[in-house]
């Protein structure tokens, strides 16, 4: 009986263990495609509407999920608020603080982080387009890591129920 | 006006530098910074210079001098670093910032291929014209502006810089509100330079009364008939008349019932009925008050009002 419960115990510890690993390429993934989709909506405010970069966070922030509206949110204030703070300097330390849990690789974060630097453009078009790079950038891994996380889901699955059989008979 | 506001027009980098000129935050009249020359300002209409240290100089050579790099970095903060969302702006030669603040920039112009401005690059001239509402400026003319309760169209005369645009902003707040003179009703303005509301991303950063309506970067002939059909105006204002398309549509607009509040360059009544655009409006009676105006020691003065006839109006 007792034998029985353990090697349950190990099959369902190992089976948490592959889903929560699984979970973490999934919220990457959801991640990729938020940051993708932001950087659009930007490129459309930039295009469309001609709204500058404070004004946008502002709208990014009343838009997006918890995280990310608190980050925009505080970039709106800190750079519309008396005097105004410097937007890349504040971009990059808000985005930076907001990404840093994230799980992105280094180079994902980076796009992001130092885009502000790179927005210096006298026409909508120019800085429109930078932000399509980044866009373009961000939809590239969204697709791929779209892509690998289903197939790596489900070996990811295979391999922690069998780590759990093997461990359940080596300590049988 | 506050040191902060001042200071906000700055980097947060540079603003150290200018602590010591923000002190004249309510006599300062402009700040000049020219590329690789000194940095000027003008305070109670006299220029001085400022120096390294941010200290307030007499003679241009102890002034600092303004790098290319640094005018690129205020005119970046000065638009939010979002040069693209003021290239209408820079394009005709100043922007409205922050406090209604005008900034005047020059540089090297970029053509398309019909001659026209397309945009501006290298831009090595700022010209920093910090906003001065003065609130009662209006305060003597108001009597003459009323009859029975009913405002009535006027137009303002000087020559430039004889303080039309702050006259007419007082007046233009002061028939919004309502004074003892009259209730308040609803006046547009077409500010076509951003003069008049000082408007900055669409919020007018001058009090220009709580029943206005701003129609800003907008040509008077085409934002005078547009704001008549969508805003229903009893009042509508406009800054410096100077053409024969605008006279015709002030007298459009004076045909629809709307009161007008204009101002005009000119030394004297004569001249202004000189200009072949204005002699037909005159005639036609279509002011009911003409208020000449000029500076005298650095103050905006009234000379003289005249009724729709072009007499001389007596004092009440």
């Not at chain 1, 959801?30 to 459309?44: K, W």
């Not at chain 2, 919004?176 to 007018?204: K, P």
Request: aromatic share 6%.
């Amino acid at each position: 009986m007792y034998k029985a419960v353990g090697v349950l115990c190990i099959l369902v510890g190992c089976a948490g263990w592959g889903h929560s690993l699984a979970g973490q390429e999934k919220e990457r993934v959801r991640h990729l495609r938020a940051l993708s989709q932001m950087l659009s909506q930007m490129r459309s405010e930039i295009s469309y509407g001609k709204h500058t970069m404070p004004e946008i966070c502002l709208s990014l922030a009343e838009l997006n999920d918890e995280c990310y509206s608190r980050c925009f949110g505080r970039i709106y204030e800190r750079t519309e608020g008396e005097g105004g703070t410097d937007f890349p300097k504040v971009w990059e330390e808000e985005i930076g603080k907001c990404l840093e849990p994230l799980p992105l690789r280094e180079d994902e974060r980076r796009t992001v982080t130092e885009l502000a630097k790179s927005l210096r453009f006298r026409e909508e078009g120019g800085q429109a387009g930078r932000v399509g790079q980044a866009e373009l950038f961000f939809e590239g891994r969204y697709r791929q890591a779209e892509e690998a996380v289903e197939n790596r889901s489900k070996m990811i699955h295979s391999v922690s129920i069998l780590t759990g059989l093997l461990l359940a008979i080596l300590m049988l | 006006m506050r040191a902060e506001e001042i200071l906000g027009l700055f980097p947060e980098e540079s603003r150290d530098r200018w602590r010591e000129v923000a002190k004249q935050a309510k006599r300062l009249q402009e700040i000049r910074l020219r590329a690789c020359l000194p940095i000027s300002i003008l305070a109670d209409n006299r220029e001085s210079f400022v120096d390294r240290q941010g200290r307030i100089v007499d003679m241009p050579e102890a002034a600092a001098k303004s790098a290319p790099e640094e005018l690129e970095s205020i005119l970046g903060h000065l638009c939010r670093y979002s040069i693209y969302a003021f290239a209408d702006e820079i394009r005709q030669g100043f922007l409205t910032v922050q406090g209604g603040h005008r900034v005047g920039v020059a540089g090297q112009v970029i053509l398309d291929g019909e001659g026209r401005i397309k945009n501006m690059k290298y831009i090595r001239y700022l010209n920093i014209r910090i906003a001065h509402q003065i609130r009662g400026a209006a305060d003597a003319l108001m009597p003459w502006l009323f009859e029975d309760g009913r405002v009535m169209s006027a137009l303002l005369i000087s020559p430039p810089g004889g303080g039309k645009t702050t006259m007419l902003r007082d007046i233009i707040r002061q028939v919004s509100d309502g004074t003892v003179y009259g209730r308040g009703v609803n006046v547009s303005v077409v500010d076509e330079r951003s003069e008049i509301a000082g408007s900055y991303l669409g919020v007018a950063q001058n009090d220009v009364g709580i029943r206005t309506d701003v129609l800003d970067g907008c040509p008077k002939v085409e934002g005078m008939m547009r704001l008549i059909r969508s805003m229903a105006p009893q009042v509508l204002a406009v800054d410096e008349v100077g053409s024969l398309a605008d006279a015709q549509a002030l007298q459009m607009a004076g045909g629809c019932g709307c009161k007008l509040l204009a101002t005009i360059h000119g030394g004297s009544m004569e001249e202004v009925r000189q200009k072949n655009y204005m002699s037909y409006i005159m005639e036609q009676g279509l002011f009911e008050r003409y208020v000449m105006m000029d500076r005298r020691q650095g103050a905006c003065r009234i000379v003289e009002i005249y009724d729709k006839e072009g007499k001389p109006c007596t004092r009440r």
